[in-house]
């Protein structure tokens, strides 16, 4: 059967960890893993603007052996000069695996059900798992571990990253807090389907108003942009909405002393993450964009290892 990585929850919580041991072996050691020679070609499909994943997938799969092969979706016009299941079929036979950035999840899951090699979810409205192995892989170096971390994420907790850490904190056994206004939460099945991988692995779930109250006590605080890709004509809305939920010096005040700060960029500084904390000792958002190699790399190997 070929595997995906759709959504976070397409890997049990047990293969979470052993991806994220493979990201941590191939990080130690990024020349020493071929799965690709040959080189084998994977497909980045891009329909939204990109910069870390395009890079680290590519800069990844050329360390693995392969050849990245870029494809302009606006070039393309998927969906309106040919079908993703046409698309799919095309790209399956070229490729070894498919990574693809685009707005609607169910085309992503349209494309695994035709593609026949891997397809690893590059960003939707819905979900950013990608991004989620990086940051768990960044939270086990700094905290040495993920089991009964305390994780707040304040801001839009309906985007793609709040959907996101609600089921991969769930999935490693973290306690999440998310801390959004009212109609800004995580996807009400997604936070159900979390607080049920939560009950088995002894993570939490839960969710409030107040950001002081989602970051006391936190050990991780998170951010992201208030205007995701495709809500950009809602932003003078969410720009009067979201400053009581900006990352700031007095805010970060409320977590633990040695709490670190993580953002998926882009960031904009003044809003949802101030200059001083984003450059300052307690971010670690550079970890982050670097680990988006080591943990790309071992999801895709080990996705093609299983398919
Ligand atoms: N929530 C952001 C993530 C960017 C990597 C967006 O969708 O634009």
Redesign the pocket.
Known sequence: MTRHFLRDDDLSPAELIEVLDLADAMKAEPFEHKPLTGPRTVALVFDRPTL?TQVSFSAGIAELGGHPMTVDGGLAAMGSREGVEDVARILGRQAAAVVWRTAHQHDLTTMAEYAGVPVLNA?T?EF?PC?LLADLQTVREHKGRLAGVRVAFVG?GA???GNSWVLAGASAGMHVVVGAPDGFSPDVDVLARARDIAQDTGGSVELTAEAVEAVKGADVLVT??WV???REEESGERLRIFPPYAVTGDLLAHAEPDAIVMH???AYRGKEIAEDVIEGPRSVVWDEAENRRHAQKAVLTWLLERS
């Open positions: 870390r960003l409205d950013h991004q839009d985007c793609n990253m992201d942009s995701s890709m495709g998926c960029l882009p």
